[in-house]
């Protein structure tokens, strides 16, 4: 039998995204600089790095997660895969507002990931 192709179906979704994508979403990922030596208490200059998306963006008002119903008005962003890793200390900026991610989720849950949710608080 056949082993199921996910880097074709994450091509798949890719396209999808990038055909009915709505607005401008980026993610942004903000890396800590390096202290100076002469003062290693001071943080340097943190570096920012903006990444587009190809995203679709959905308003939610309630939803299961883990079988408990969760209230509260926010937006749940679809994106195809990233040049990079997302995580939940990055932030997304949808049409120039800049968002805190509330949750995570590859899809599938294991495996290589085809596409990625994220919630994003409203």
């Not at 308003?59 to 990079?84: C, K, S, W």
Request: some cysteine; overall charge negative; proline content about 9%.
């Amino acid at each position: 039998m056949a082993r199921f192709d996910y880097a074709r179906m994450q091509q798949t979704a890719t396209r999808l995204l990038d055909r009915f994508q709505q607005g401008l979403v980026q993610l942004v990922r903000v890396t800590p600089g390096a202290p100076d030596p002469a003062t290693p208490w001071e943080p340097g200059a943190p570096t920012e790095t903006t990444y587009d998306l190809k995203a679709t963006v959905t308003r939610e008002h309630q939803r299961y997660e883990n079988g408990v119903l969760i209230e509260e008005t926010g937006d749940m962003v679809m994106f195809a895969v990233p040049e990079i890793t997302p995580v939940l200390s990055d932030k997304l900026v949808i049409d120039g507002a800049v968002r805190s991610i509330t949750n995570l989720t590859p899809i599938p849950a294991a495996g290589d990931p085809v596409a990625w949710k994220a919630w994003c608080a409203g």
